[in-house]
């Protein structure tokens, strides 16, 4: 598989110039070591959007209802006590044998905004690659697809079939989290942010922003209170008592009884997954190679990355604001290299490295991409809430983020969800890369994904590469029988 995507489409050969890896010195006194195998550190500052308290909120609310929500927060708040005494199961678990040692990650340097630089993907024909912003490393390529490429690519994803794309709970997460107990009390304490004795509708949201797939705005928080009796005055405003007098179960039950509309979901579209691997359609392979020769990463990286997602937007459809990646903590594995991980820990999360958006179509009206904080001068989560404005809503509050990218076909954007750690790996995931999609006022809206996986621990990401190099010679690759329709269409053409 790697030597194969390493020959890539001959027509194809010029890269751009790329400039090396930067080094950070602060970054590298918390790095990762070349090739050891060294527990996996806290990728985030805390209360940042990635912080290990908000993330293990964002995990288990995809999944639970508000009361087992709460409970996480009270067990991440007493598991980030002194633990150098005893470093735990998780961080003592040790890498089964020596890994290769990886190259550095190439990452492009944006320069300044609106800097431009010309490079040649294909044959006879030069790219421009214009920075969009610092915070986060944000490029745009316009023509990086063609009209036939762009309309390929949704035939194939319609051929394929489109499912909605929602969160629902699962059963593991639910037993994971039923075990926890919490008091009210110390629940209070938890989500009281500024420490006034008093919950304030922005302070709530911080931490119920998913609900059980659902998009949570103070409306709908107020709504719940009164449901429920929990605000006599009626303020949107709780005090230490008035919480203290609720019964965490009505939560459950308001919960369960009110169905969500597609326009209060966290996600309203629908997607399918394209295999790009080897047997698959060549205009495929092409765009990968592309991919590859965009990003200047590794031929292993990027053909061992998660196939291409294809998403649907129709009138009404939007994604409120995320950031694609997750940290990894002692409680969570990356998704993709999990089965060569050894451990067993109740969370995975996708590991991306980068994202590559391609838009596949031009939207009559709305379905920009919206980065809520780019090159903000400094990030503060609870400053996404503001009174009535929240940066993260799509469907109401587009218009008031920082930088808007219009969809045009065939244009691509990307960014690099971390930052570097000045050792040429991963480091702390970029707050600033978090974007949404607005709502689509008119028309549909199609575009891609092509995420580049890479695990935050170098000996993991080492290990996981060598495991599949393994299978590849074994054979393994082809009792992939999940792709086996995506092969079938590997001859599909679409006449313009």
């Known amino acids: ?184 009390l110390d629940l209070f304490q938890l989500l009281d942010q500024n420490h006034d004795g008093r919950l304030q509708l922005h302070e709530v949201l911080a931490q119920t922003r998913l609900g059980n797939g659902r998009w949570m705005t103070p409306e709908n928080i107020q709504e719940m209170y009164s449901a429920i009796k929990a605000d006599p005055d009626g303020d949107g405003v709780l005090s230490r008592q008035e919480f203290s007098n609720m019964d965490l179960r009505d939560f459950h039950k308001y919960m369960r009884s009110h169905k969500a509309e597609s326009s209060q979901l966290v996600r309203n579209s629908h997607h399918t997954w394209l295999y790009q691997g080897e047997g698959a359609h060549h205009v495929m392979r092409t765009i990968r190679q592309r991919v590859l020769r965009l990003t200047r990463l590794s031929p292993e990286i990027v053909e061992l990355s998660e196939p291409l997602q294809v998403v649907r937007y129709g009138e009404g459809g939007h994604y409120h604001a995320h950031v694609d990646s997750g940290p990894v903590y002692p409680e969570t594995i990356c998704s993709h290299t999990k089965l060569v991980a050894n451990e067993s820990v109740p969370f995975e999360t996708s590991c991306r490295y980068m994202t590559v958006l391609f838009y596949l179509n031009n939207v009559t009206g709305g379905g920009e991409t919206v980065f809520p904080v780019a090159d903000n001068r400094t990030y503060d989560e609870m400053s996404l809430i503001q009174d009535d404005v929240d940066l993260r ?104």
């Open 1 to 184: 598989m790697a030597a194969a995507a390493a020959a890539g489409r001959r027509s194809e050969a010029v890269s751009p110039q790329w400039a090396p890896p930067q080094h950070d010195p602060a970054g590298a006194a918390a790095g990762l070591g070349d090739c050891e195998d060294t527990p996996v550190r806290p990728l985030c500052n805390p209360r940042g959007i990635c912080s290990r308290a908000y993330f293990l909120v964002l995990m288990v609310f995809v999944h639970l209802y508000l009361g087992n929500v709460l409970a996480l927060l009270l067990f991440v708040h007493y598991s980030n006590g002194d633990d150098s005494s005893d470093p735990g199961p998780q961080r003592r678990a040790q890498g089964p044998g020596p890994a290769p040692t990886l190259a550095p990650l190439t990452r492009l340097e944006g320069i300044k905004v609106g800097y431009e630089r010309k490079v040649q993907l294909v044959a006879d024909r030069d790219h421009f690659i214009r920075t969009l912003s610092l915070k986060p490393l944000l490029f745009e390529i316009p023509g990086f697809l063609s009209d036939e490429e762009c309309r390929l690519i949704i035939h194939l994803a319609q051929m394929k079939g489109l499912q909605r794309s929602q969160i629902l709970p699962t059963e593991e997460y639910e037993e994971a989290m039923g075990t926890m107990q919490i008091s009210q």
């Open 393 to 496: 809503d799509t469907r109401r509050h587009c218009d008031k983020g920082n930088l808007r990218v219009k969809p045009r076909q065939g244009t691509a954007v990307f960014w690099y969800n971390y930052l570097p750690d000045g050792q040429g790996w991963v480091g702390d995931v970029d707050d600033y890369s978090l974007h949404g999609g607005c709502l689509v006022t008119r028309g549909t809206k199609w575009i891609a994904n092509n995420w580049i996986n890479v695990d935050p621990s170098r000996a993991r990401q080492a290990l996981f590469q060598q495991e599949m190099a393994r299978l590849a010679r074994e054979g393994g690759a082809d009792s992939q029988t999940e792709w086996a329709l995506d092969r079938a269409y590997r001859d599909t053409r679409v006449e313009l």
